[in-house]
C-alpha cells in the first residue's frame, strides 16, 4: 500500500522560511509528477508548485521567486523550500504525486495528510 506523509509546517514570522518534506512509502514501481497544493480557510485547494520526474518544474504566479520544489528520486521524497512567507500563503499544504504501483502497475494520484502552515506575527 503506497503512503505519502508530509512535515515541515509550523508557525513561522512574515519574511521568514520553512521546508516541507513529504516521503512516499510502499509498493512502488516509478513515481511520475509530484508536487503541493495548499487549501486556506473557505478557499479552494489550489496547486502551488509541481515537479516531473526529469525535474522539469511549474509554479502559480503568487510562489514565483520565493518557493523551490525539487526532488530525491532515491529517497522518493519531494521537497518545498519557502522563503519570504507572506500572511496570505497561510494554508494547510498536501503533497501529492501520481505513482505506477507494483505490482498491479495501477497509475494513481496520491495524497499526504496535509501540514499546516501559519504566516503570522
Known amino acids: 500500500q503506497v503512503q505519502l506523509v508530509d512535515s515541515g509546517g509550523g508557525l513561522v514570522q512574515p519574511g521568514g522560511s520553512l521546508r516541507l518534506s513529504c516521503a512516499v512509502s510502499?509498493?512502488?514501481?516509478?513515481?511520475?509528477?509530484m508536487g503541493w497544493y495548499r487549501q486556506a480557510p473557505g478557499k479552494e485547494r489550489e496547486l502551488v508548485a509541481a515537479?516531473?520526474?526529469?525535474?522539469?518544474?511549474n509554479y502559480a504566479d503568487s510562489v514565483k521567486g520565493r518557493f523551490t520544489i525539487s526532488r530525491d528520486n532515491a529517497k522518493n521524497t519531494v521537497y518545498m523550500q519557502m522563503n519570504s512567507l507572506k500572511p496570505e500563503d497561510t494554508a494547510v499544504y498536501y503533497c501529492?504525486?501520481?505513482?505506477?504501483?507494483?505490482?498491479?502497475?495501477?497509475?494513481?494520484?496520491?495524497w499526504g495528510q496535509g501540514t499546516q502552515v501559519t504566516v503570522s506575527s
Open positions: 501529492t504525486a501520481n505513482i505506477d504501483q507494483w505490482p498491479s502497475r495501477v497509475r494513481s494520484d496520491f
Open positions: 510502499g509498493s512502488i514501481f516509478s513515481i511520475s509528477a
Open positions: 515537479i516531473t520526474s526529469s525535474g522539469r518544474t
